[in-house]
């Protein structure tokens, strides 16, 4: 069973940086996609990045694109995200997730998930 839980995240002003991390049950290599997704009140779940468990191919969408980065830890089975230059539409539920088949920002194609954690980004 994987089961995925995140840490982290917390309250900055814009402008300013945050980290939330991913703590995976299972060795990553068994996954091939790790996805970043975020959710504000009203509004539907967005991809935010994914990167691949074994390589280094990363994606991210647009409204994060050169703010946020990705990365891994195969060793202590985590991946996490570098959230840097905050914006407060940045503000939401910050959820990660894992699949074995192809790598997506497209929530629908991962199978576990982890509960979440805030991100409150104030300006």
């Known amino acids: 069973e994987v089961q995925l839980v995140e840490t982290g995240g917390g309250s900055a002003q814009a402008g300013g940086s945050l980290r939330v991390s991913c703590e995976v049950s299972?060795?990553?290599?068994?996954?091939?996609?790790v996805g970043w997704f975020r959710q504000s009140p009203g509004q539907l779940r967005e991809g935010v990045a994914y990167?691949?468990?074994?390589?280094?191919?990363?994606r991210y969408a647009g409204s994060v694109e050169g703010r946020f980065t990705t990365s891994k830890d195969a060793a202590t089975r985590t991946v996490a995200l570098q959230m840097d230059n905050l914006k407060p539409d940045d503000t939401g539920v910050y959820y990660c997730?894992?699949?074995?088949?192809?790598?997506?920002?497209?929530?629908?194609?991962?199978?576990?998930w982890g509960r979440g954690t805030q991100v409150n980004v104030s300006s």
């Open positions: 997730a894992a699949t074995k088949g192809p790598c997506s920002l497209d929530a629908n194609r991962y199978t576990w």
């Open positions: 299972v060795n990553l290599y068994i996954l091939n996609c």
């Open positions: 990167k691949t468990t074994a390589g280094a191919n990363a």
